[in-house]
């Protein structure tokens, strides 16, 4: 639908020139009889319901007066693989997206310009250990301070494992091919003798991989690591009531800020392993519009 209209607006374009074209800007993408929220019914392709980025797109659809606008309840994968579907019949879609994530280099898209802040500055991705690990896990507790990484090392990761390659051989192979990174997270970390370590995280691309690396240095350290997969409020409530040892997987300042409250002082922020992360609501580039206001219109 999209395409044609794309066409339609050319074709007349083309047959009255600038005549034609009123608003002097109007060049291809939505016409003026179709608004970007009829090309997507009103809908934002969301992701799991415990999610940060969920409840500031809630926030979102209310202070930038959305109201018609609905977002659509699903998982990481559902919404990478309706972007796929999209993006390859070059069809509009507006998804809640992330950074560090592989589909920026998958797809060419665009973060919604967000005037209003709703989805806060940049973001750091922070260690979170249980109350205690260091006492009792001093090498895995070292580790995990000073775990620390870029976006493009976690992005090396991630399109591993979207190419097919399973979770832990990819993180196998980061971790053979960055010795010296990982030399400093282990640097005077006391090695393990099969002690048990319990790391969560939740099923977001960018945390499956950085949770399967950590837990590949934990292991290569002498450490039996169990890696459980939970919804985003358990991961934070088992580091909090200790049935987790650690997550690597707080993104803060504002996407687990309900979290974060909710448990402070029940477990141990270890600082940011990842800085430069970003949250916001993203298209195609082929889309024409810029900016969340562009959903009202
Ligand atoms: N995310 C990816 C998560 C954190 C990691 C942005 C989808 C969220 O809670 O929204």
Same mark, same amino acid.
């Given at each position: 639908?999209?395409?044609?209209?794309?066409?339609?607006?050319?074709?007349?374009?083309?047959?009255?020139?600038?005549?034609?074209?009123?608003?002097?800007?109007? *060049?291809?993408?939505?016409?003026?009889?179709? &608004?970007? %929220?009829?090309?997507?019914? $009103?809908?934002? #392709?969301?992701?799991?319901? !415990?999610?940060?980025?969920?409840?500031? #797109?809630?926030?979102?659809?209310?202070?930038? %007066?959305?109201?018609?606008?609905?977002?659509?309840?699903?998982?990481?994968?559902? +919404? #990478?693989?309706?972007?796929?579907?999209? $993006?390859? =019949?070059?069809?509009?879609?507006?998804?809640?997206?992330?950074?560090?994530?592989? +589909?920026? *280099?998958?797809?060419?898209?665009? $973060?919604?310009? =967000?005037?209003?802040?709703?989805?806060?500055?940049?973001?750091?991705?922070?260690?979170?250990?249980?109350?205690?690990?260091?006492?009792?896990?001093?090498?895995?507790?070292?580790?995990?301070?000073?775990?620390?990484?870029?976006?493009? =090392?976690?992005?090396?990761?991630?399109?591993?494992?979207?190419?097919?390659? /399973?979770?832990?051989?990819?993180?196998?192979?980061?971790?053979?091919?960055?010795? =010296?990174?990982?030399?400093?997270?282990?640097?005077?970390?006391?090695?393990?003798?099969?002690?048990?370590?319990?790391? !969560? $995280?939740? *099923?977001?691309?960018?945390?499956?991989?950085?949770?399967?690396?950590?837990?590949?240095?934990?292991?290569?350290?002498?450490?039996?690591?169990?890696? /459980?997969?939970?919804?985003?409020?358990?991961?934070?409530? %088992?580091?909090?009531?200790? &049935?987790?040892?650690?997550?690597?997987?707080?993104?803060?300042?504002? #996407?687990?800020?309900?979290?974060?409250?909710?448990?402070? %002082?029940?477990?141990?922020?270890?600082?940011?392993?990842?800085? !430069?992360? @970003?949250?916001?609501?993203?298209?195609?580039?082929? +889309?024409?519009?810029? /900016?969340?206001?562009?959903? @009202?219109?």
């Amino acid at each position: 639908m999209f395409t044609k209209i794309s066409k339609l607006t050319l074709a007349l374009g083309l047959t009255f020139g600038l005549a034609a074209c009123s608003g002097g800007e109007e *060049s291809s993408g939505q016409a003026d009889s179709a &608004s970007v %929220g009829d090309t997507v019914d $009103y809908k934002i #392709t969301g992701i799991d319901p !415990g999610a940060g980025i969920m409840k500031a #797109t809630s926030a979102a659809i209310e202070e930038y %007066g959305l109201s018609e606008w609905e977002l659509v309840e699903g998982s990481g994968a559902a +919404m #990478t693989a309706a972007l796929k579907k999209a $993006y390859d =019949d070059e069809e509009p879609i507006i998804i809640t997206g992330w950074t560090p994530h592989w +589909m920026f *280099s998958k797809f060419d898209l665009k $973060y919604l310009e =967000d005037s209003k802040g709703a989805y806060g500055e940049a973001e750091d991705i922070h260690s979170i250990a249980r109350n205690g690990l260091a006492e009792d896990l001093p090498g895995v507790h070292k580790v995990l301070d000073q775990f620390h990484w870029t976006p493009d =090392d976690m992005g090396v990761v991630m399109s591993a494992i979207q190419d097919g390659t /399973s979770p832990e051989e990819a993180a196998a192979a980061w971790v053979e091919d960055n010795a =010296d990174k990982v030399a400093e997270w282990t640097k005077n970390a006391q090695p393990g003798n099969g002690e048990e370590v319990k790391l !969560g $995280y939740v *099923s977001w691309d960018s945390e499956i991989a950085s949770t399967n690396v950590i837990s590949k240095v934990l292991k290569d350290l002498g450490y039996k690591v169990t890696i /459980s997969q939970v919804e985003a409020g358990p991961m934070w409530a %088992g580091v909090a009531d200790g &049935s987790i040892d650690a997550h690597v997987a707080g993104w803060l300042p504002l #996407t687990h800020a309900d979290q974060y409250e909710k448990y402070e %002082g029940k477990f141990e922020d270890l600082g940011a392993n990842l800085e !430069g992360a @970003k949250t916001g609501l993203v298209v195609p580039k082929y +889309m024409d519009i810029d /900016s969340i206001e562009d959903l @009202k219109e």
